[in-house]
């Protein structure tokens, strides 16, 4: 998950490089083709025969939602400061908390009700409506956390039975066909620069969600997402050195609010789980 954290940072400043000179869905779009080409090779080694067809089911369905996070945060990261966007990123693990108690039947607990209330109020103070302009790209990015964490929750549950390169593959195989005709409709010539940084994005991109499906398949959520909140020590240093962002004193305490409330949650579940065993 570290590794995952420094992947999506990287991917994230390449993404960051384009601006808005090309549309989002086309910018994702040739990002995932990108990333098939990179998984081609590896064809043999994805185990596609034998999949339930209810797994099969579910890994479209993950696809397709994806889709729209995708175009969400192409859209957003052209639009807002980095360090926003990684503040606002971290309800993904929220969302994914929450979610789990319903959809994976992981408990719910008084812990997980409190760490939703706290990460609101940490939400707030990045966003500040009233006192700041809220803009199209911080919705977007909000739609996309909310997407994301939905997305997660069905890559965890298909870690219980495929490998961890066939649920990348199906991720960036169904992502494509939906962004294909929203592409083309868009379509600006792409320079041999904005392919060669969309070259970077899917390779940067790839090995993330592969390094993120490791480690579903290793630990559980809980365990797993905490460790991305490294990611805005990250964002904030690359967006000061490379993009000259200052860096927002009220984006810092807010998203740590939400790394508080989360690892503390985390590690209250963590300690009780290793007590009764």
Avoid at 44 to 57: A, D, E, P, V, Y
Avoid at 261 to 276: D, F, Q
């Amino acid at each position: 998950m570290v590794m995952t954290g420094l992947l999506f940072c990287a991917m994230t400043a390449s993404v960051k490089s384009l601006g808005t000179s090309l549309p989002a869905s086309q910018s994702g779009f040739i990002r995932y083709i990108f990333g098939l080409l990179l998984l081609v090779p590896f064809y043999r080694q994805l185990g596609l025969s034998g999949i339930r067809k209810s797994l099969l089911r579910l890994m479209i369905l993950r696809g397709s939602l994806h889709a729209i996070a995708v175009v969400a945060w192409f859209y957003s990261m052209a639009r807002i400061p980095m360090t926003e966007v990684t503040a606002l990123y971290y309800l993904v693990p929220v969302f994914v908390f929450i979610g789990a108690s319903f959809y994976l039947k992981e408990r719910i607990n008084v812990g997980r009700i409190l760490c939703l209330v706290v990460a609101l109020l940490g939400t707030f103070l990045i966003l500040r409506p009233g006192l700041r302009e809220v803009g199209l790209g911080h919705l977007a990015m909000l739609l996309a956390t909310v997407v994301f964490g939905i997305s997660f929750l069905l890559a965890k549950k298909a870690t219980d039975e495929v490998k961890p390169l066939l649920i990348v593959f199906m991720l960036t195989l169904i992502v494509s066909l939906w962004l294909a005709p929203l592409a083309f409709i868009q379509w600006e010539p792409p320079s041999f620069r904005e392919l060669s940084v969309l070259m970077l994005v899917a390779f940067f991109a790839t090995c993330a969600h592969l390094t993120m499906s490791m480690a579903f398949k290793a630990a559980p959520v809980t365990v797993t997402q905490p460790i991305v909140f490294l990611d805005l020590v990250w964002a904030a240093i690359v967006g000061l050195v490379f993009f000259s962002e200052a860096i927002d004193i009220w984006v810092i305490i807010g998203g740590l609010i939400i790394v508080a409330v989360v690892s503390l949650v985390s590690w209250i579940e963590i300690r009780k789980k290793n007590l009764n065993q």
